[in-house]
């Protein structure tokens, strides 16, 4: 029997019950509605994942639900919004039962473990290729803004830097003793939804470390017209991150691999003494523009950037 | 010079003013923030355009941005709200700066003419697959919902009935004496907007005709579980539909082909008493489920369905 683009949906990813309640009408009509309380913005993203440019064709397929949706809720967590709903356009070569199984297991398990309600969506046939537009609701004039840096603020990121790249590095063949944290972390990120949400009330700038951390941070210092500079030595890197360094010399890699989906922010001297997550300090917001880098005692520009498409 | 991904947006598709009052911020950061008047909802709809699925490899690139955006906006219009703001998520194969700014055009000229603001997106590579999400406002309980029809309704429908469907033969090769309608029905559909605000009032049920008008009348009988019977004789057709239909004999086409875009809605006796708007009444909802048509005196079932994919 042919699977119709209504069933399809419903099959698959129509949730056991509405998480949230500002969802005042889900799947099933020309638009889903929503209700946003007063006081409160809504904070919109999109992310689009397209097979053999962000994903390999064997990628497993709870891993990627998982992912996709990641991605997108660690844009919401980025300005501290809490996320609330999200849009699935799926475009598929053809329908793999058991792909889109697995796919939506995935998908809305991570949606479940942070009340996000998926309201629509559209499916249609064609290349592999998979955006969601999420949402989430952030207090007026409190969202945390690329454009927030000051000279003098601290440099933090949350967790580890560089785990992601190596996952990557892996999976093109590098030869790594304990490959197991850092292919989870490339296949199954977590985005920092606690650790925005909380950073809300103190932190000045922030974003997510999506491209790499030299890239991202470089968006923050563009748009705050500051400078920076990072202290290598102060990164936060992993035993297998610390290893492949060693064993290759290339030291650039946590600074310029992407997919960690780490928050990096800045925060003024004093409200930084009020930090109690586990969040790592790696450099000073400085008036001086560009990006300078301290490495062993020495400081020199650094300009390498993430992945871009395109360029 | 490679174009980044973020000077791509900025020369392409940055609007030259913030349109309305709810962007609080607009493309660059990782959220767009919108605000959200008291006593509204907001509708929230997401639709994908894939190249040779929905549109020829040769198409033009200003009448599909059109398009891609009509198509959106025609789903908040089924349900009366006003639209406010749209996210793109871009994938193309390569940067060919002639398409995107034809693209761009067109797809700006349609969000400035109904002041709604492009507040993000994302641009990836990969196959030619184009994504909208479109936002708009509706006051509180007062949407136009598929699932509110009732015995009795009328049923009616804005505009014209086919054109798309004949300007799609057109283009695969029928000989239309005037094609010029029906092809500009086809590529550059209009959102009926002004009705769907209008109509907000007075309608009970509404749905956007984009499968074609028995599978969309469909989802309301279904979700409103209810039937209908349509007056074939009464359908809204322009003269070179009723010549196509003439040297054919393809009589259901108005009932079945998709892209028209035009809104079906049902309306109680004594509302329909105060319909102002160029609308025609093409039948009646009842309490039999499903959908009969009656032509040239003689009531037969119809279960001819629109495009779906996969099925």
């Known amino acids: 029997m042919p699977l119709s683009e209504f069933s399809l949906i419903t099959r698959f990813f129509r949730q056991k019950k509405v998480n949230n309640p500002f969802t005042q009408l889900g799947i099933g009509d020309d638009c889903a509605l929503l209700s946003i309380p007063e006081g409160y913005s809504l904070a919109v993203t999109t992310d689009t994942m397209v097979e053999n440019v962000h994903f390999f064709a064997d990628a497993d397929p709870e891993q990627l639900g998982h992912k996709l949706l990641a991605v997108n809720l660690s844009d919401l967590a980025s300005m501290g919004a809490k996320p609330v709903s999200v849009m699935l356009a799926l475009t598929l070569p053809h329908i793999d039962k058991n792909w889109l199984s697995a796919f939506s297991k995935g998908f809305l398990a991570l949606a479940e473990q942070y009340s996000v309600d998926l309201i629509g969506g559209d499916t249609t046939s064609g290349p592999l290729t998979l955006t969601v537009q999420a949402m989430g609701l952030v207090p007026k004039n409190k969202a945390l803004l690329r ?83 990072l202290d290598w030595d102060a990164l936060p890197l992993s035993g297998s991150v610390v290893d492949y360094i060693n064993e290759t010399g290339d030291w650039t890699m946590p600074l310029t691999a992407g997919d960690d989906y780490e928050l990096c922010f800045t925060i003024s001297e004093d409200k930084a003494l009020t930090l109690t997550g586990s969040y790592t300090k790696i450099g000073v917001i400085e008036e001086s523009l560009g990006l300078r880098l301290s490495k062993a005692g020495i400081i020199q520009p650094f300009s390498n950037r993430g992945y871009e498409h395109f360029s």
Do not use: W
């Open 147 to 229: 454009s927030a840096a000051k000279p003098g603020d601290f440099i933090y990121v949350t967790g580890f830097l560089g785990d992601a790249g190596l996952g990557l590095k892996i999976k093109q063949g590098y030869p790594c003793k304990k490959p197991h944290l850092a292919l989870e972390r490339f296949n199954k990120p977590n985005p920092q939804v606690a650790a925005g949400m909380e950073l809300i009330e103190v932190a000045a700038a922030c974003i997510d470390i999506s491209d790499g951390l030299a890239s991202d941070l470089g968006h923050i210092l563009e748009q705050s017209s500051v400078g920076a500079c």
